[in-house]
């Protein structure tokens, strides 16, 4: 999927550029700063370019979920002024985003200057993908540029409609995350290994579905796994599952053992009475039951999963495979980010969760060959599907 019309292309000069990006990040709300800078990072090379191209920079962005309300925590003022300090030049926050005063800001910008749009959430009209809207919103530019792969799977007024009224284009960002997921829709080196992770199954089946049939071995853990193994009949105690799925979990299963793969379970796991538990124990899963609540991978399925890695051409992961945030159940996934991080192997993970593991254990993104800064939209990449957002900037 190279054909899509690269914002290298634009004749962008001088020109008011609405630049879409995903700046939804995390905020303190006590400092009002940002934690985390990665998303704002990862499009400096775009940015450089329209501003090295003297363009008009209109910044678009969302922040949380307001539901087409006005939140004071949801502003994005904080990122305006992280993004100064990034650039060493002023962004200005412009509020509200349309209408008459927003476009008089605009009208009244310099090659190079630079102008955030208050969060684009805060107008219902945003999500429902409003023509109307999207047409006021197109009309304080000239040319749209699309860098938010965050976003890129929902049909939104600023990542779908906008495209209706400008010259549209995709920004180095965009084409390096496509440029990257590409290829294990294709051909990818064998063997291929995909591991997921985290708790919730329903932004994993489509990805788990589709690479049923594609892939050498399917690694399950995080909460992800109890609902699979409750759906197998073993006993997982108290831990969290997803009930209501287990016939979703079932016919998966059912697919894989078809289709003769691999769909390694963990087979010993953690276990404590809570997460503020002093006391873990790593046990047989044939040895859970009662009150006992698994919280990681045990041991030996942290080794078996390891050794397999060793031997894999290409691994994508997306999801922690434990409780994370508390120290005693990191081990699972630490021990497969170290593993990783060494390989040779064609790497790409995906997930804010699985980056923030990576800050957690000081491993340097740079150790992997991709690291997507969408995890939602690189699931649903993933998928097969020709994502809305993307769509609208393939080469016709």
């Known amino acids: 999927m190279s054909n899509l019309y690269s914002v290298r292309d634009a004749n962008i000069k001088g020109k008011k550029v609405l630049f879409r990006v995903d700046f939804n990040v995390p905020i303190d ?37 307001p539901n087409g309300l006005f939140k004071q925590e949801l502003t994005l003022a904080p990122i305006a002024s992280a993004l100064e300090n990034l650039l060493k030049k002023k962004v200005s926050l412009v509020n509200p985003s349309i209408g008459a005063s927003a476009k008089k800001v605009i009208d009244a910008m310099k090659p190079g200057d630079m102008v955030m749009l208050e969060n684009i959430r ?14 006021k919103l ?4 000239e040319i749209y540029v699309n860098d938010a792969f965050g976003a890129v799977h929902r049909a939104h007024a600023s990542t779908v409609g906008v495209t209706s009224f400008l010259p549209s284009f995709a920004g180095f ?67 969290f599952c997803e009930n209501a799925k287990l016939d979703v979990a079932r016919d998966i299963m059912m697919n894989v053992e078809k289709s003769n793969e691999r769909f390694i379970l963990p087979h010993d796991v953690v276990v404590a009475d809570n997460l503020q538990s002093s006391e873990i124990i790593d046990l047989p899963l044939e040895d859970v039951e009662g009150d006992m609540k698994i919280f990681d991978l045990g041991k030996k399925t942290i080794s078996r999963f390891c050794v397999l890695l060793k031997t894999a051409k290409t691994v994508v992961w997306n999801g922690p495979l434990g409780c994370i945030e508390y120290p ?22 995906g997930g804010g969760d699985t980056l923030d593991a990576l800050k957690k254990f000081s491993i340097k993104e740079s150790s992997f060959t991709h690291v997507s800064t969408g995890g939602g939209a690189m699931l649903e990449f993933l ?8 769509k609208v900037l393939l080469k016709k």
């Open 173 to 239: 960002l965009l084409e390096k995350e496509v440029k990257a997921l590409s290829p294990l829709l294709l051909n990818p080196k064998r063997p291929f290994v995909m591991i997921i992770g985290g708790a919730k199954i329903d932004t994993k089946i489509g990805v788990l579905r589709h690479f049923i049939d594609k892939v050498d071995a399917f690694f399950i853990g995080g909460a992800l796994a109890n609902t699979f193994l409750k759906a197998q009949g073993y006993d997982i105690g108290a831990s």
């Open 383 to 390: 998928e097969g599907t020709i994502l809305p957002g993307i």
């Open 29 to 65: 709300l006590v400092t009002k700063r940002i934690s985390d800078e990665t998303r704002l990072k990862a499009v400096l090379p775009t940015i450089q370019f329209l501003l090295k191209k003297k363009a008009k920079i209109i910044f678009v962005s969302h922040l949380g979920r």
């Open 138 to 141: 197109a009309s304080l530019a």
């Open 122 to 135: 805060f107008y219902h009209e945003e999500e429902k993908n409003d023509s109307t809207f999207s047409q």
């Open 328 to 349: 005693l159940f990191q081990n699972g996934t630490r021990k497969i980010a170290e593993t990783l991080a060494l390989s040779k192997a064609t790497t790409i993970l």
